[in-house]
C-alpha cells in the first residue's frame, strides 16, 4: 500500500512555491535544474497545491504542461524558454518534495536499524519465492486491464522456456514484450530449423547449427518481417508467433553485436527508447527474466510506482527480476530500480512454476462464482 505525504504539515504549507526557469536553448536545461528519480515526488504549484507530475521517471527534468500540471521530461526534448522546475532540495524546502518512504508501507512496518536477523539480505537464492503471491498480482493485472510489460533475453529460449511464455502471451498475460534481436532470432530458428543457437531440444550442437540462426534471419528478411513470415506461415509457433497472433506489441532493442539484424529491430537507440516509453508510461508491472542490460535499461525508465491522474490513485509497481545470479538483481537494484524483487533461479524453472501458480489462482477465480451461487 502507499502511505500519501500529509501536506497539511507546517512544513508543506510553508514551504514555498517550486521555482521555474526558461530552458535556455532547445535539448538545453538550466544550470541547477531538478533531476529527478523513479519515486513520488511533488512539486508545489501557484495555487499552494501539491502535484505528482506526469510520465514520471528518473534521470529527466520536470516542466510544466499547459493546463498548469508537472510533467517529467527527458533534456533532450526541452525546448528553448520552457519553464523547467529548479532545485536540489528534496525535502520540500524548494518546493519539490520526494516522498522516499511512502511505498515502504505504514509506519512500524521497518523494524529496528542495526537489528540482526538471518536472510535480512534483499537478494539471495536462499530466500522462498512467494509464486502465489505474484500469480494474484499476474491475474489481477489482467482482470483489471493492466499493462504487464515482460524483459526476456535469449536465454529463455535456451533453457526450454519458449512454449512456457508463448503461454503467457496467448493467455493474455502480458501487455508488451521487450528484448534483443536474438531473443526473437533464436525463437525464429526453433520455429523454423529445431534449434536455438544450433542446438536441438537436448542441448547437443547439430552439423551446420552454427548458420542456423543465420538462415533464419534471412528467411525473416525475404519475408519482409516478422508479421509478413508469420502471415506467409514461415514461423507457426513460439513467442514471436503468438505475440503476432494475439496482437501483443513488443519492441526489439538493436545492439551494436546484432546479427542480421531482423527487420523488426530497431536499431536507432533514441527510436528504440521511444518506442519502449509508449510502453513503460502505461506499465502496471514488470517481470524481467535472464537479462541484464535490458532490465536495467527498461527499469531506468519506469517509476516505482503506478500513478492514476484521474483517480489519484498511487500504489507500487511490481517489479520482479529473475535471474540464476545475485549479480544481475543487484545491479539492476544499484542502477536505481531499488523496488526490484530479485528471484534467484534459471528462466526455465520460474517460467514452468508460475505458469502452475497462476493457473491455479485463475482456475479458483473462475470457480468462485459458481461457489457464491450454489450457497
Same mark, same amino acid.
Given at each position: 500500500?502507499?502511505?500519501?505525504?500529509?501536506?497539511?504539515?507546517?512544513?508543506?504549507?510553508?514551504?514555498?512555491?517550486?521555482?521555474?526557469?526558461?530552458?535556455?536553448?532547445?535539448?538545453?536545461?538550466?544550470?541547477?535544474?531538478?533531476?529527478?528519480?523513479?519515486?513520488?515526488?511533488?512539486?508545489?504549484?501557484?495555487?499552494?497545491?501539491?502535484?505528482?507530475?506526469?510520465?514520471?521517471?528518473?534521470?529527466?527534468?520536470?516542466?510544466?504542461?499547459?493546463?498548469?500540471?508537472?510533467?517529467?521530461?527527458?533534456?533532450?526534448?526541452?525546448?528553448?524558454?520552457?519553464?523547467?522546475?529548479?532545485?536540489?532540495?528534496?525535502?520540500?524546502?524548494?518546493?519539490?518534495?520526494?516522498?522516499?518512504?511512502?511505498?515502504?508501507?505504514?509506519?512500524?512496518?521497518?523494524?529496528?536499524?542495526?537489528?540482526?536477523?538471518?536472510?535480512?539480505?534483499?537478494?539471495?537464492?536462499?530466500?522462498?519465492?512467494?509464486?502465489?503471491?505474484?500469480?494474484?498480482?499476474?491475474?489481477?493485472?489482467?482482470?483489471?486491464?493492466?499493462?504487464?510489460?515482460?524483459?526476456?533475453?535469449?536465454?529463455?529460449?535456451?533453457?526450454?522456456?519458449?512454449?512456457?511464455?508463448?503461454?503467457?502471451?496467448?493467455?493474455?498475460?502480458?501487455?508488451?514484450?521487450?528484448?534483443?534481436?536474438?531473443?526473437?532470432?533464436?525463437?525464429?530458428?526453433?520455429?523454423?530449423?529445431?534449434?536455438?543457437?544450433?542446438?536441438?531440444?537436448?542441448?547437443?550442437?547439430?552439423? +551446420?547449427? *552454427?548458420?542456423?540462426?543465420?538462415?533464419?534471419? $534471412?528467411?525473416?528478411?525475404?519475408?519482409?518481417?516478422? /508479421?509478413?513470415? =508469420? %502471415?506467409?506461415?514461415?514461423?507457426?509457433?513460439?513467442?514471436?508467433?503468438?505475440?503476432?497472433?494475439?496482437?501483443?506489441?513488443?519492441?526489439?532493442?538493436?545492439?551494436?553485436?546484432?546479427?542480421?539484424?531482423?527487420?523488426?529491430?530497431?536499431?536507432?537507440?533514441?527510436?528504440?527508447?521511444?518506442?519502449?516509453?509508449?510502453?513503460?508510461?502505461?506499465?502496471?508491472?514488470?517481470?524481467?527474466?535472464?537479462?541484464?542490460?535490458?532490465?536495467?535499461?527498461?527499469?531506468?525508465?519506469?517509476?516505482?510506482?503506478?500513478?492514476?491522474?484521474?483517480?489519484?490513485?498511487?500504489?507500487?509497481?511490481?517489479?520482479?527480476?529473475?535471474?540464476?545470479?545475485?549479480?544481475?538483481?543487484?545491479?539492476?537494484?544499484?542502477? +536505481?530500480? *531499488?523496488?526490484?524483487?530479485?528471484?534467484?533461479? $534459471?528462466?526455465?524453472?520460474?517460467?514452468?512454476?508460475? /505458469?502452475?501458480? =497462476? %493457473?491455479?489462482?485463475?482456475?479458483?477465480?473462475?470457480?468462485?462464482?459458481?461457489?457464491?451461487?450454489?450457497?
Amino acid at each position: 500500500m502507499y502511505r500519501a505525504p500529509d501536506f497539511s504539515l507546517p512544513r508543506f504549507a510553508d514551504a514555498p512555491v517550486a521555482r521555474f526557469q526558461p530552458a535556455p536553448a532547445d535539448g538545453v536545461l538550466p544550470e541547477g535544474f531538478f533531476s529527478t528519480t523513479n519515486l513520488p515526488t511533488y512539486v508545489k504549484l501557484a495555487d499552494g497545491s501539491w502535484k505528482l507530475p506526469r510520465d514520471p521517471r528518473m534521470d529527466s527534468a520536470l516542466v510544466l504542461d499547459d493546463d498548469g500540471v508537472p510533467r517529467v521530461l527527458e533534456a533532450r526534448y526541452a525546448r528553448a524558454g520552457q519553464m523547467v522546475a529548479m532545485g536540489m532540495a528534496e525535502d520540500g524546502s524548494e518546493g519539490i518534495f520526494v516522498h522516499a518512504s511512502g511505498l515502504m508501507g505504514p509506519e512500524g512496518d521497518v523494524g529496528p536499524e542495526g537489528e540482526f536477523k538471518f536472510m535480512s539480505s534483499e537478494v539471495s537464492r536462499e530466500k522462498p519465492t512467494d509464486y502465489g503471491e505474484m500469480a494474484r498480482i499476474l491475474v489481477d493485472e489482467k482482470e483489471r486491464g493492466g499493462h504487464f510489460i515482460w524483459v526476456v533475453g535469449p536465454a529463455v529460449l535456451h533453457s526450454r522456456g519458449r512454449d512456457t511464455l508463448a503461454w503467457f502471451v496467448r493467455e493474455g498475460y502480458v501487455g508488451a514484450l521487450f528484448g534483443g534481436n536474438a531473443v526473437a532470432v533464436h525463437d525464429i530458428e526453433s520455429a523454423t530449423l529445431g534449434t536455438t543457437l544450433g542446438m536441438n531440444n537436448r542441448g547437443v550442437p547439430v552439423d +551446420g547449427g *552454427h548458420a542456423f540462426h543465420m538462415r533464419a534471419i $534471412n528467411r525473416v528478411r525475404a519475408a519482409g518481417s516478422i /508479421r509478413a513470415a =508469420v %502471415e506467409q506461415g514461415i514461423i507457426r509457433d513460439g513467442i514471436m508467433h503468438s505475440l503476432v497472433t494475439t496482437g501483443v506489441p513488443y519492441v526489439l532493442a538493436g545492439s551494436i553485436r546484432d546479427d542480421g539484424p531482423l527487420p523488426d529491430t530497431i536499431t536507432d537507440a533514441i527510436r528504440c527508447q521511444e518506442a519502449m516509453k509508449e510502453h513503460t508510461r502505461q506499465c502496471t508491472g514488470v517481470i524481467m527474466i535472464a537479462t541484464a542490460l535490458h532490465s536495467i535499461a527498461t527499469g531506468n525508465m519506469l517509476p516505482s510506482y503506478v500513478w492514476r491522474e484521474e483517480t489519484g490513485e498511487v500504489r507500487p509497481l511490481t517489479t520482479i527480476c529473475v535471474d540464476s545470479s545475485e549479480f544481475v538483481v543487484s545491479k539492476l537494484k544499484d542502477r +536505481g530500480t *531499488h523496488q526490484a524483487f530479485g528471484v534467484i533461479t $534459471n528462466a526455465q524453472d520460474f517460467l514452468h512454476v508460475l /505458469r502452475f501458480y =497462476v %493457473e491455479q489462482e485463475a482456475a479458483e477465480r473462475a470457480r468462485a462464482p459458481e461457489t457464491a451461487g450454489a450457497a
